[in-house]
């Protein structure tokens, strides 16, 4: 029961009207503090209880969650003109949810949830009624029409003597475009109408102000405006300010599928898809107008200081946690709430709050809300300000229960005083630092700054002007500074806008560092960030540079269509692909462990294109019944071994079709025709050039007759053509083909069809080995002869010993696919042979992994003395000669022992 609960209550300021309500309401015993509190400080509430005692004399023995379930479910009933009834409704709610509060039977922010469902009742009742009365013949539930609750309405939070911010919209798709002029006309006395029920002021007061000045434009548009033109508008023309105010939106009454199926659409513009840093500058600068525009800036004092809007106030801890909402929420769909105070949770279990400070700000905002509900509740008042006089003060602070104005007082300039020392300087941005250029020389390129496209905007300066001096500070500690700052000024020119990575880098100074360190050590990659700067988002993740997962999941991006899962699958892709490199760059990975990240990554994208490819042609093709598909990773997909820069070698193996079966879609195919269909899909899906970049190269020359067979391959055909028709060097690759993707009985069949080919090869050890000399023999005439940092050709090489290791297992008829494991096997090779072979397998493979995340040519060109440190840091010797050195020497042995076995033939 309500009386039972009774926890707390306020002191009565004026003792005479709290004892003259007590007297005539009669209020059970343990009630009696509370109404005396609540007459003695609010006349409002005074008048509204002695008008409905005897209501109020049934609300005692009653919970007061089913007094207030009660009166919704009655609104729900009324027939005719609702205004009467509404009014009533609100004035006993208004003295529910004051005592329930007051009392302490209902903590601050429950009775703002129940305050909220209270105005989404008489909303949706005043809706009703007017298109009852207008809404004659219109379409569907409510006619389209939605009524969006803004600010604390939305977020169920509604203050006690608030305005109700509504958007009014309509679904205007369910209606012929000849047709809409009349329907809004119509829906626009409707709400005309309904809104009026609930604001106009009678003889019964009135129920809530309404506001409607949140929809677009509202300067220039109706007051109930179609979804299309409210998507076009905020598509074109939205600014950071609505962005914050969509968060909270919610459809409050009227066609709430409708108002949901908006939201939704809306998505794109309140989360955007990267980390939106730059909404920070936009938070101070509209904090700052607000404050101007309300002349709340300066010193503040508590008298006339405004709760909401003034220093450390409410709207603080909002913008506080809206702002990381928007920075963060379009990577993190767990932050996308309405609530502030589960928002704070959010972004503290997200790691983008620190947990005390959450608590701080959330106490504050507690209590501040109780303070302004205080302020609200003496007269049912729309304020926010302290009173400046002392009995003003004095009648808060007993509001408040606080029998010493002094100590209330002390209380409340601690609480916003502790916002006040958050908020303050999470958005006000630092002063450029005036200093002189670390770099000699840098005046001559940096005065070229302005005039490239991430600078043209004031805006864009401003920023930098802040970043300028620590982004050349640590420039200057790379061992050729001028280097750094040269692939910078590439960086800088290659970078099409600046705001938004400018704000990033301001506001998380890893960057600034992680930058320099690309650019001082490999400018191939500080180029390649130009262009793809949204990679820079997944440092701030939690978890980028805890150790690489042992394998990689893209599933969640092949839900959609194939455009946009294509789209989400590169960004994925792209983020991880920067992610192994930067480890691999900051020694956090070794080669070997970037190689097999490399390669798990690769499966991983490859695995979900292939689902994208598969649903995409069935689309168009529909489904040939029993026909199964899987790829069989070749080179070094095949052998797990893939690096920075790797393409991808596939053969497409189709089985399972009955004989003469079709596509059962528009177009039939056969088997044979819908397999190459997918592959081309799956090559598209794979290398095609978007948006978000590509994501390999694919390479299907090692299928079945190479250019000239079929992209997909039965799996019949296959055997047949590896048993019957294929060269020695084909068998040999086929050592290293791996089944990576695709249908698991098919993948386990290509298996066993691999391993009874190279077991029953028709190709006996000499003929093997005679292939490898006379593919040596080509490979030195073409000019492939290595030599200083030219790993992957030449004598005693990658290339060379990935034949020799092939030939190897081809003639042990081992089925082990990796370098290193086929080295392994006894047989031709001898044991000292093999032992060198993997030993200068791993010193060159584990040196080009490095190269090829520096640079793109092969043989790489200058490193620059950062990537030539990088080099050799990465292979544990001194200095980039030591390096060439170690592997001329180590191929010099691989060479030798090749020709060794190659003079000794297949024994």
Same mark, same amino acid.
């Given at each position: 029961m309500f009386r039972d609960q009774i926890a707390r209550h306020p002191l009565p300021y004026d003792t005479s009207a709290g004892a003259e309500a007590v007297a005539r309401l009669s209020p059970p015993s343990q009630a009696e503090a509370l109404v005396s509190g609540v007459a003695g400080c609010s006349p409002y509430l005074s008048a509204a209880m002695l008008k409905e005692a005897v209501w109020l004399d049934g609300v005692w023995d009653r919970a007061p969650e089913e007094t207030l379930d009660e009166t919704l479910r009655g609104l729900a009933d009324l027939r005719g003109d609702p205004r009467v009834a509404l009014r009533e409704v609100k004035r006993r709610m208004a003295v529910l949810v004051g005592l329930a509060e007051?009392?302490?039977?209902?903590?601050?922010?429950?009775?703002?949830?129940?305050?909220?469902?209270? $105005?989404?009742?008489?909303?949706?009742? $005043?809706? +009703?009624?007017?298109?009852?009365?207008?809404?004659?013949?219109?379409?569907?539930?409510?006619?389209?029409?939605?009524?969006?609750?803004?600010?604390?309405?939305? $977020?169920?939070?509604?203050?006690?003597?608030?305005?109700?911010?509504?958007?009014?919209?309509?679904?205007e798709s369910r209606y012929a475009p000849s047709d809409y002029a009349e329907i809004r006309a119509r829906l626009i006395k409707a709400a005309r109408m309904a809104m009026a029920a609930l604001s106009d002021v009678t003889a019964e007061g009135y129920v809530f102000r309404t506001d409607l000045r949140l929809r677009p434009d509202p300067g220039s548009t109706p007051i109930v405006l179609s979804m299309e033109a409210a998507e076009r508008y905020f598509e074109a023309l939205g600014r950071t300010w609505e962005r914050a105010a969509w968060i909270k939106a919610r459809p409050a009454?009227?066609?709430?599928?409708?108002?949901?199926?908006?939201?939704?659409?809306?998505?794109?513009?309140?989360?955007?898809?990267?980390?939106?840093?730059?909404?920070?500058?936009?938070?101070?600068?509209?904090?700052?107008?607000?404050?101007?525009?309300?002349?709340?800036?300066?010193?503040?004092?508590?008298?006339?200081?405004?709760?909401?809007?003034?220093?450390?106030?409410?709207?603080?801890?909002?913008? &506080?946690?809206?702002?990381?909402?928007?920075?963060?929420?379009?990577?993190?769909?767990?932050?996308?709430?309405?609530?502030?105070?589960?928002?704070?949770?959010?972004?503290?279990?997200?790691?983008?709050?620190?947990?005390?400070?959450?608590?701080?700000? *959330?106490?504050?905002?507690?209590?501040?809300?109780?303070?302004?509900?205080?302020?609200?509740?003496?007269?049912?008042?729309?304020t926010h300000r302290m009173p400046t006089s002392d009995d003003g003060l004095d009648r808060i602070a007993r509001f408040m229960g606080q029998a010493e104005t002094d100590a209330f007082i002390r209380d409340l300039r601690g609480k916003l005083e502790a916002v006040e020392a958050i908020v303050e300087p999470r958005f006000r941005p630092a002063e450029p630092v005036a200093a002189p250029d670390p770099i000699p020389g840098a005046d001559t390129v940096t005065e070229r700054w302005v005039t490239y496209p991430a600078l043209r905007s004031d805006r864009a300066q401003r920023i930098f002007a802040r970043l300028r001096a620590p982004l050349l500070t640590s420039l200057s500690r790379a061992a050729r500074p001028e280097e750094a700052l040269a692939a910078f000024d590439d960086f800088l020119r290659g970078l099409p806008a600046g705001v938004q990575v400018f704000s990033l880098f301001e506001a998380n100074p890893i960057l600034v560092d992680l930058i320099a360190d690309i650019c001082t050590v490999a400018p191939d990659l500080a180029r390649y960030l130009a262009r793809n700067s949204g990679v820079f988002d997944a440092v701030i993740g939690g978890d980028f540079l805890a150790?690489?997962?042992?394998?990689?999941?893209?599933?969640?991006?092949?839900? *959609?269509?194939?455009?946009?899962?294509?789209?989400?699958?590169?960004?994925?892709?792209?983020? +991880?692909?920067?992610?192994?490199?930067?480890?691999?760059?900051?020694?956090?990975?070794?080669?070997?462990?970037?190689? &097999?990240?490399?390669?798990?990554?690769?499966?991983?994208?490859?695995?979900?294109?292939?689902?994208?490819?598969?649903?995409?042609?069935?689309?168009?093709?529909?489904?040939?019944?029993?026909?199964?598909? +899987?790829?069989?990773?070749?080179?070094?997909?095949?052998?797990?071994?893939?690096?920075?820069?790797?393409?991808?070698?596939?053969?497409?193996?189709?089985?399972?079709?009955?004989?003469?079966?079709?596509?059962?879609?528009?177009?039939?195919?056969?088997?044979?025709?819908?397999?190459?269909? &997918?592959?081309?899909?799956?090559?598209?899906?794979?290398? $095609?050039p978007m948006g978000e970049g590509r994501l390999y190269e694919v390479d299907m020359r090692l299928r079945p007759s190479g250019r000239q067979g079929p992209v997909a391959t039965a799996l019949s055909g296959f055997r047949t053509y590896q048993s019957e028709e294929a060269w020695v060097w084909e068998h040999m690759a086929l050592t290293r083909a791996r089944a990576v993707a695709g249908d698991a009985e098919l993948q386990a069949a290509a298996e066993d069809a691999r391993c009874a080919v190279l077991t029953a090869s028709r190709f006996d050890a000499a003929q093997i080995v005679d292939e490898v000399a006379n593919m040596r023999r080509r490979l030195l005439e073409a000019g492939r002869r290595g030599g200083y940092l030219a790993l992957k050709n030449g004598p005693g090489r990658m290339q060379e010993i990935e034949l020799v290791a092939q030939a190897h297992a081809l003639i042990a008829k081992a089925d082990a696919r990796p370098v290193v494991d086929q080295l392994a096997v006894p047989g031709w090779l001898t044991e000292e042979e093999r032992a060198v072979l993997t030993a200068t397998y791993g010193t060159l493979s584990d040196a080009q992994q490095v190269l090829r995340l520096l640079s793109s040519d092969a043989p790489p060109g200058p490193l620059g003395s950062g990537g030539e440190a990088l080099l050799a840091e990465r292979m544990g010797l001194p200095d980039v000669a030591a390096v060439a050195e170690a592997c001329d020497v180590a191929a010099d042995k691989a060479r030798a022992a090749i020709e060794a076995a190659l003079d000794r033939g297949a024994g």
């Open positions: 007051l009392g302490g039977v209902w903590p601050v922010m429950e009775a703002t949830a129940a305050w909220t469902r209270v $105005a989404d009742a008489v909303l949706e009742t $005043a809706l +009703a009624w007017a298109l009852a009365r207008h809404g004659r013949d219109l379409i569907g539930p409510s006619g389209g029409l939605v009524a969006m609750a803004m600010g604390k309405m939305g $977020a169920g939070e509604l203050n006690y003597s608030s305005d109700i911010d509504l958007v009014l919209l309509f679904d009454a009227g066609d709430i599928v409708a108002g949901e199926a908006f939201l939704e659409r809306m998505r794109p513009f309140v989360w955007r898809r990267h980390l939106d840093f730059a909404v920070v500058q936009d938070a101070h600068e509209m904090r700052l107008r607000i404050r101007d525009h309300k002349r709340l800036g300066g010193p503040w004092d508590i008298p006339g200081h405004d709760v909401k809007l003034g220093q450390g106030g409410i709207r603080e801890i909002e913008f &506080f946690a809206q702002t990381h909402q928007i920075v963060s929420g379009g990577r993190d769909p767990s932050l996308r709430v309405r609530g502030t105070l589960e928002a704070l949770d959010r972004l503290v279990a997200a790691g983008w709050v620190e947990a005390d400070l959450a608590v701080t700000l *959330g106490d504050s905002y507690r209590y501040l809300r109780r303070v302004e509900h205080r302020l609200q509740m003496v007269q049912d008042a729309q150790p690489l997962p042992e394998a990689y999941d893209a599933s969640a991006h092949v839900g *959609g269509d194939f455009e946009s899962g294509l789209a989400s699958l590169r960004r994925w892709h792209r983020e +991880a692909h920067f992610r192994i490199g930067v480890h691999l760059l900051r020694g956090l990975a070794t080669p070997r462990e970037a190689g &097999f990240a490399y390669t798990r990554l690769a499966e991983a994208a490859l695995a979900a294109c292939w689902t994208l490819a598969e649903a995409e042609t069935e689309r168009r093709y529909g489904r040939v019944p029993g026909l199964r598909l +899987a790829g069989l990773g070749m080179g070094s997909l095949g052998s797990g071994r893939l690096t920075a820069r790797s393409d991808l070698d596939l053969v497409v193996l189709h089985d399972g079709a009955a004989p003469g079966a079709v596509s059962e879609g528009r177009r039939s195919l056969a088997a044979s025709q819908w397999a190459a269909k &997918f592959t081309q899909t799956l090559i598209t899906a794979l290398s $095609a």
